[in-house]
């Protein structure tokens, strides 16, 4: 029997609206440093563009539920903005999420959680 995994993974994409492409890129540059600064439970924050950058993935890996609902307290007032410029196009949470951050994910349409049934 495998142990139980608590890491979570976050992926969410962007549609960046017409003219707020440095302005999410600002917001960007200012999310990474808050997270490098206070999440230590944040195992990866990475962002990335497609070729016109007017598309945006971001990937997120947290240790635990607690780091993801961290992360989510420390970003709140950066997500606020950011969701002024975007479309969302989708944002998924994978992995075994505690009781709480469940709770946290049912409030709204994204993201959607994904628990695990085959894992290596």
Do not use: W
Request: net charge negative; proline share 2%; aromatic share 8%.
């Amino acid at each position: 029997m495998t142990k139980k995994s608590t890491e979570l993974l976050g992926i969410a994409r962007f549609k960046i609206k017409e003219g707020k492409l440095d302005e999410y890129k600002c917001l960007c540059a200012e999310a990474m440093e808050l997270v490098r600064a206070n999440e230590p439970g944040t195992l990866q924050y990475d962002v990335y563009f497609n070729n016109d950058e007017s598309e945006c993935m971001v990937i997120e890996r947290y240790k635990d539920s607690a780091a993801a609902m961290q992360h989510a307290q420390n970003l709140s007032h950066i997500f606020e903005k950011v969701l002024d410029i975007v479309t969302v196009i989708h944002g998924e949470v994978l992995g075994e999420a505690s009781a709480e951050l469940k709770a946290n994910l049912t409030k709204g349409d994204v993201p959607v959680l994904f628990t695990p049934f085959l894992k290596m």
